[in-house]
């Protein structure tokens, strides 16, 4: 089973860039990696995914090297308001038993 | 809002009650999730559903029973359990397939805060 590896927690100060890396040595081919953003009292929220190179919607940035053992999520000038967890997912195409949640990463925007 | 409903928000049981846990969904979709989620552990799946049909339980012990009488409606039925048991227990649809791919993205509900005496 492909298991993530993040770090636990990271600062940063509104309208910085933050990147999040996460590390999934064994992925597996069909694996997708997706990121979740979870606030207090809340449920995750979807925020992006991707199989390989970059995706990019309205709220971040994902990079996937080639290798695919790694991935960066990318959010373009925090604010307070991205202050949460962080999730690195990697999802096994073809079958339910494989969502497998990383411990994710605690964001704190400072003003 | 998520589209995703989960009632009671906060429960409080002792070890010999019987309590259940509700799920709706306004989405439209076909496979449901339940999810433990502890402090300073990751996010756990329990229990999945994909039309209705039981696909996975991730050896969630016998006094959790789930329930997915139709594609809108999960239920987690509790007895017995213990205080370990407490945590944020969520639920979450997706588009679902019949094949059971799974790279369709979650919605998450606001969860259960379930603390067991």
């Known amino acids: 089973l492909a298991k993530t590896t993040q770090p636990i927690s990271m600062d940063s100060y509104e309208g910085q860039e933050v990147n999040i890396t996460c590390s999934h040595n064994?992925?597996?081919?069909?694996?997708?990696i997706t990121w979740y953003q979870q606030f207090p009292s809340q449920g995750p929220r979807f925020i992006i995914q991707g199989y390989k190179t970059k995706v990019t919607n309205e709220v971040a940035s994902l990079f996937i090297p080639a290798d695919r053992k790694s991935s960066t999520l990318s959010l373009p000038r925090v604010s307070l308001s991205d202050t949460a967890v962080y999730y690195c997912l990697v999802v096994l195409s073809g079958g339910y038993n494989k969502l497998i949640f990383g411990a994710g990463t605690r964001l704190a925007v400072h003003p | 809002e998520t589209g995703v409903t989960q009632t009671p928000r906060h429960l409080v049981m002792g070890m010999t009650n019987k309590k259940s846990l509700k799920c709706e969904q306004h989405l439209g979709h076909n496979a449901m999730y339940w999810y433990k989620q502890s402090a300073k552990k990751p996010l756990e799946l329990m229990f999945v559903?994909?039309?209705?049909?039981?696909?996975e339980n991730n050896s969630v012990p016998s006094r959790f029973s789930p329930e997915c009488p139709n594609s809108s409606h999960l239920f987690l039925h509790l007895h017995t359990l213990q205080p370990e048991d407490s945590a944020l227990y969520l639920c979450?649809?997706?588009?679902?397939?019949?094949?059971?791919?799974?790279?369709?993205?979650?919605?998450f509900g606001p969860g259960t805060r379930l603390t067991v005496l």
């Open positions: 979450a649809s997706s588009l679902g397939t019949s094949g059971g791919a799974i790279t369709d993205t979650q919605y």
């Open positions: 559903y994909n039309f209705k049909e039981q696909t």
């Open positions: 064994n992925i597996a081919t069909n694996d997708y």
